[in-house]
């Protein structure tokens, strides 16, 4: 069966793309930072009839270990065909962008576009011998009037950017390996401190559609797939 690395999965959209990729019939690696949050997220998968085959160490904060990460992978599950980047971190979403903090702003943008960079660039050649796929969880680039958190927003827009460029060269230099992005929406989790108004989603609802869209067959390169757009949400 296929193999896919899902990381940040040990809770909120990452656990529930584990969920339903492991109910179609994938075989799940859960990619986490905690030893005891991701044990619990293997333990409770399970117990949901997801084949789960291991946790992966997976810390986008330090590059250095990211590449000891791959290297385990690629030890380990040789026959990865798919790659799911969903771990990030909000950054401050309640500051104007002039007022955003310098460390806040770098961090978010070291875990949501360089450490997520770092892994995939790392993990290419294995997906690239395995004709495997790479799938981004993000938002959109443009600036939305209702939701613009600055260096949430601006890590992304990065992320998107490499999405669309490697598309692109993959393409253009006939490597067998697709990546391509989904936007899920507003989605209740702790990364909005459980938002439930205007516009959002249970994680069951946006993970099972995200599950779908992976299992459709149909070739995404480079494609920014929205579910859910952003809404006015009253704020």
Not at 79 to 106: C, F, K, Q, R, W
């Amino acid at each position: 069966m296929a193999k896919v690395l899902v990381t940040g999965a040990n809770k909120g959209i990452g656990y529930g793309i584990c969920k339903f990729l492991g109910k179609s019939g994938w075989q799940v690696i859960v990619g986490a930072r905690n030893n005891e949050r991701a044990e619990e997220a293997v333990k409770a998968l399970k117990a949901e009839g997801v084949d789960v085959i291991g946790w992966q160490y997976v810390n986008l904060s330090d590059n250095k270990s990211l590449e000891q990460t791959a290297k385990e992978v690629k030890e380990k599950y040789h026959d990865l065909a798919l790659l799911v980047n969903n771990a990030g971190i909000p950054g401050n979403m309640e500051v104007a962008s002039y007022d955003s903090a310098m460390h806040d702003v770098t961090d978010t943008i070291q875990v949501n576009y360089i450490g997520t960079f770092c892994l995939t660039k790392a993990l290419v050649p294995l997906l690239v011998a395995n004709k495997g796929r790479i799938v981004n969880i993000t938002v959109p680039s443009e600036v939305s009037p209702y939701w613009h958190p600055m260096a949430y927003v601006a890590s992304k827009a990065a992320q998107n950017a490499m999405t669309s460029i490697m598309a692109m060269e993959f393409e253009k230099n006939n490597l067998p390996v697709e990546i391509f992005n989904i936007h899920p929406g507003a989605t209740t989790t702790d990364l909005n401190n459980h938002y439930t108004g205007p516009g959002a989603h249970s994680i069951d609802v946006v993970s099972e559609k995200i599950s779908a869209v992976i299992n459709d067959g149909k070739k995404h390169q480079g494609e920014f797939i929205e579910l859910y757009p952003i809404v006015d949400e009253g704020r």
